[in-house]
Structures are given as structure tokens and as C-alpha cells.
């Protein structure tokens, strides 16, 4: 599993300045200089070994949901919800869909479990990874076995496949209002140069226009969507109308918002595709149909449909009465733990997890799966307790994986 510096490489943080560093993080834009987010003063590091082990889960995880979502798409094999019927009335207009997905994982004593699976708005990220980018400047001696895996490099490669070479990257009105968002979104955009990526703030999206073979905007060609914005459950629903207008253009969309029918947090569905995947994730039941004797200390409680780390209640006080048919229970795992330093002077035992970027292509015709990768890693950690969610006061671990060149 993924583990921090071994013993003959720890003399190397001593050379550590920490103003240095900072100063490093803001350079490479994981942060501004009047907002410093925590970063963890040591990395993790994964082997190639344990890289290609991820990268064969994320593969068996990807092929079992895409296959669900060809599935799931015909009104006549799946009765979803109200939310999922919404879904499947969007057209799919591109044989091959093309996204960049994120995995989360749970490491544990007997390998990692995964616990969140979502395919829209997060699979390319940058600003995690500049983290350990910033602490290779400093300690250029942890370079010499070990890089950053960057996502936005695999979506760049994916992007020149498909002949790409105008991005619209659809984003909030709000995003220049809040730097971290914005920094991300700007990284995105110099990451995946010579792609020429346009950031499109909604109260602009009145610029793009159907050409009757494709999409323009203000008159200049799209040759792809790329949605940071409409990815949560309501506003998919309130942006319906746009999501269908887009997806007429026939461009590709990474990732098309049909996917959302597989971001369901009952990940039991990957199961049935695949039953070797039962020792990779909790045991998962709907609410009320848990075993006998179930105290709610040992358990999560889960709502479907939301988004990441919405609707999730680590050791629940009570269990829902109502609208229990929108609720699941989940087995809590007993997450690893790892001794952590950080930047702003934290320093305990924390509880953390290593989240895989994946990038994908799959023929929706043959359902089959063309391309698979783990793009890259995001581990965070919670200080206190079993929630790992930096915004609840946690911090970035950099990740380094062992051969890649940074």
C-alpha cells in the first residue's frame, strides 16, 4: 500500500525550508499567497508495482460502471428514479464517450476499498498535484526515483486522440470570486496546451451556437465541452434545456452528463457486473434491510444521487424515518492511519485516503472499454476522525509515484 519515506530517504526533509516551499506552493499555483492551504510535509509514495495494481482495480471498476451506463441508458432495461429518467432522456450523439472519472479509495490492513465513484466535475483536477511538484523544487533529491502523475497530462493525450483542438471548459459565474476554484480551472488551461482551452463562465454560454455540424461560440469552432458546471444534482436539473442543447451539437462532452446514472453511492451495481469486486468496496445495504444488531457507531449512512462527499454521515446519531428509500447504510471501514507534519504545524496520526484519476474512452456500440489509465493520485487527510474532507480542516498529502518523470 501506499507508504510514506522509508528510513534511508528521510534525511532529506531536513533540508526542507518551509518559507521556501510556501512560497513554492503559491508559484505553482495550489494556492494563493493570502490563502495558504495545508500541505503535508512528507509525500507518499506508491511503487510501480502498487501504481499498476491501482491502475488494474480502476480498470475492472471502470469497465463494470460504463457497461452499467450502456445499460442504463434504455428506458426499457432500467427503471431508474424521476432523476434517473431524466437522464436517460438525454441524446448520446458520439459513439465513444470520453471522461476523466475519480476514484476514492480507503487503504486498509487488507488493501484499499473504494468508497466513491464520480464521473462528473472532478476526474481533471491540477491543483493537488502542484503540491508535489512544489516539494520536488525543493527537495529535488525525492525526484530521482519518484515524479508527478499528472491528470491533466492524460487528458491532454486523450483530447489530441480524438482530434481536439478547441476546449470550451464550462465553469460558475462565481469562479473568479473564489481563488481556489480559479487557479484550478487556469491550470487546467495551461496544462493542456497546445489545446486551445476557452473558460466560459455560465452567464456567457449565450455565446455558443449550433452550427448544424457542430458548436461555435461567438462564431469561433468548439471542438469539445468540458463541464465544471451542471454537475451536481440540482443544477443538472435546473440546466437541463442546456445539457440537451450541448449534447445536440454532437460534440464531444468529457464527461457526458448521462454519467451521473452511474454515480450512484450504492455501488453494489459494480458488483453484478463484476463479482470479484466485493472485496474492493464496503458491504452496502439499503436502509433497513442491514443486519440484525447493526449499531449505527459501526456504519455510514449515505444518501443517493448526491455529489462527492454530500449526504455522508460517518456513525450516524440516528437513522433516517422518513424517505428511507433515498438512504443507504455502508460498512465503516477502518481506515489506515499515518503519522503527518504539516505546513501550517499540525502534526499527529491522521486518517487519510488515495483517490485515483482515471481516464477513459468506451465504445458505446461494442461496449467496450478502448482506453484505461490512472492519470494521477490525490491523498488527503482528516485530523480528527474518519471524514476526510480538506474542507472540514484537513490538508493535501503530495502523492509521488515511483518511475514517472515529473
Not at 392 to 404: R, S
Request: charged letters at 25%.
Amino acid at each position: 500500500m501506499p507508504r510514506s519515506l522509508p528510513d534511508d530517504m528521510r534525511s532529506i526533509l531536513q533540508g526542507l525550508d518551509r518559507d521556501a516551499f510556501r512560497d513554492r506552493l503559491v508559484a505553482r499555483m495550489f494556492c494563493a499567497a493570502g490563502d495558504i492551504r495545508d500541505v503535508a510535509l512528507s509525500p507518499i509514495l506508491i511503487s510501480r508495482e502498487e501504481h499498476a495494481s491501482y491502475e488494474a482495480l480502476a480498470r475492472r471498476v471502470c469497465t463494470a460502471a460504463l457497461d452499467t451506463f450502456a445499460a442504463r441508458i434504455d428506458r426499457a432495461a432500467f427503471t431508474g428514479d424521476a432523476f434517473q429518467r431524466l437522464m436517460q432522456a438525454l441524446p448520446i450523439r458520439q459513439q465513444v464517450i470520453s471522461g476523466n472519472a475519480r476514484f476514492d479509495f480507503l487503504e486498509t490492513a487488507d488493501g484499499p476499498r473504494l468508497v466513491e465513484l464520480n464521473f462528473l466535475g472532478v476526474g481533471t483536477t491540477a491543483r493537488p498535484h502542484q503540491a508535489a511538484a512544489a516539494l520536488l523544487d525543493c527537495l529535488p533529491a525525492l525526484g530521482e526515483r519518484h515524479g508527478v502523475l499528472r491528470p491533466t497530462a492524460a487528458f491532454r493525450r486523450q483530447l489530441e486522440r480524438r482530434g481536439c483542438k478547441t476546449l470550451a471548459l464550462l465553469t460558475k459565474d462565481n469562479d473568479r470570486e473564489y481563488v481556489t476554484p480559479w487557479l484550478d480551472r487556469r491550470l487546467i488551461q495551461q496544462q493542456l496546451a497546445p489545446v486551445d482551452v476557452l473558460i466560459v463562465p455560465r452567464a456567457e454560454w449565450g455565446g455558443f451556437t449550433a452550427t448544424g455540424d457542430g458548436l461555435a461560440f461567438h462564431g469561433r469552432r468548439i471542438d469539445a465541452i468540458y463541464p465544471r458546471e451542471l454537475t451536481w444534482r440540482a443544477s443538472i436539473e435546473e440546466g437541463i434545456d442546456l445539457c440537451r442543447f450541448f449534447l445536440d451539437t454532437g460534440v464531444p462532452c468529457f464527461d457526458h452528463w448521462g454519467l451521473v446514472l452511474v454515480e450512484d453511492k450504492d455501488l453494489r451495481f459494480l458488483v453484478e457486473r463484476d463479482p470479484g469486486l466485493a472485496t474492493a468496496m464496503p458491504r452496502t445495504w439499503s436502509l433497513g434491510e442491514e443486519p440484525p444488531g447493526t449499531v449505527p457507531e459501526r456504519i455510514v449512512l449515505k444518501r443517493r444521487h448526491e455529489h462527492g462527499g454530500e449526504g455522508v454521515f460517518v456513525g450516524p446519531a440516528a437513522l433516517p424515518t422518513e424517505g428511507r428509500e433515498q438512504w443507504l447504510v455502508q460498512e465503516r471501514v477502518t481506515m489506515n492511519r499515518l503519522p503527518v507534519r504539516s505546513l501550517l504545524g499540525f502534526e499527529g496520526e491522521v486518517a487519510y485516503d488515495v483517490a485515483t484519476h482515471v481516464s477513459f474512452d468506451f465504445d458505446m456500440t461494442r461496449r467496450e472499454l478502448l482506453h484505461c489509465e490512472v492519470s494521477g493520485y490525490l491523498a488527503r487527510y482528516a485530523p480528527a476522525g474518519d471524514v476526510v474532507n480538506i474542507s472540514l480542516g484537513g490538508g493535501v498529502i503530495p502523492v509521488l509515484v515511483e518511475g514517472v518523470a515529473s
